[in-house]
């Protein structure tokens, strides 16, 4: 079946643009997770959806940071005036269940340019 | 805060070579570990995931154990092979919170 998509898989920016994210989960997945990797470095959580729910939003860096998941399926991760440290590949996963015991299955991210 | 670190940050080994990359996290109230593999540019693929309960998982070359209580996992490849060359990624969990995941390790199998 399909897996998580997300789109678009590459996005240039410049310094001060919004931005947005989509993120298509595996169908019927519960839980919902943002990432952050910066070069190099391992993926940082930024929000985690229950269904429509976003129970966890304690890893976004900024109130430049949005995430929504209004329908409990599809979810966008916005990020207003960006900046040059905002430049990540950005992850997002799924997981059938919802605590946490669940196996996570990730797409294949957007890398976010900001020049 | 849990902390997670993997060891060595990167490994070069001949072809046919048996490896062991390390794992370590510094809270031991986890719901389960699972490694992973990310290919450059790519997203990053599950290999195994050890729920707490458990002590170790299989697939194929590879093999996981947990030690909770010393906060310690481990991922063995037997045989390796050029295919195997990625980085590898510990991830721990609680609850339905946010997953934790270390550096990496950067794998390199020369033919």
């Known amino acids: 079946g399909a897996g998580v998509s997300q789109s678009p898989r590459y996005k240039v920016a410049k310094r001060g643009q919004d931005v947005a994210l989509r993120c298509d989960p595996i169908s019927g997945h519960v839980s919902l997770f943002w990432y952050q990797q910066a070069l190099g470095q391992g993926p940082e959580f930024l929000t985690y959806?229950?269904?429509?729910?976003?129970?966890?939003k304690s890893g976004l860096p900024s109130d430049r940071f949005f995430a929504e998941r209004p329908e409990g399926s599809v979810s966008t991760l916005k990020i207003q005036r960006t900046q040059q440290e905002d430049s990540a590949v950005y992850l997002c996963a799924s997981s059938r269940r919802r605590t946490g015991h669940g196996e996570q299955y990730f797409g294949p991210g957007t890398r976010l340019t900001v020049t | 805060k849990q902390e997670v670190t993997q060891i060595p940050a990167a490994l070069s080994v001949p072809e046919g070579e048996n490896l062991v990359l390390n794992c370590s996290f510094t809270d031991s109230a986890i719901y389960n570990l699972q490694w992973f593999r990310q290919d450059p540019g790519k997203g990053l693929t599950s290999l195994l995931l050890i729920q707490s309960s458990q002590r170790e998982q299989t697939s194929g070359r590879l093999n996981a154990s947990l030690d909770k209580s010393s906060g310690r996992s481990t991922l063995y490849i037997a045989a390796s092979q050029p295919g195997d060359s990625a980085t590898y990624l510990c991830?721990?969990?609680?609850?339905?919170?946010?997953?934790?995941f270390g550096t990496g390790t950067k794998l390199q199998v020369i033919p």
């Open positions: 991830a721990v969990s609680r609850g339905y919170q946010k997953v934790t």
């Open positions: 959806f229950q269904n429509e729910a976003q129970l966890d």
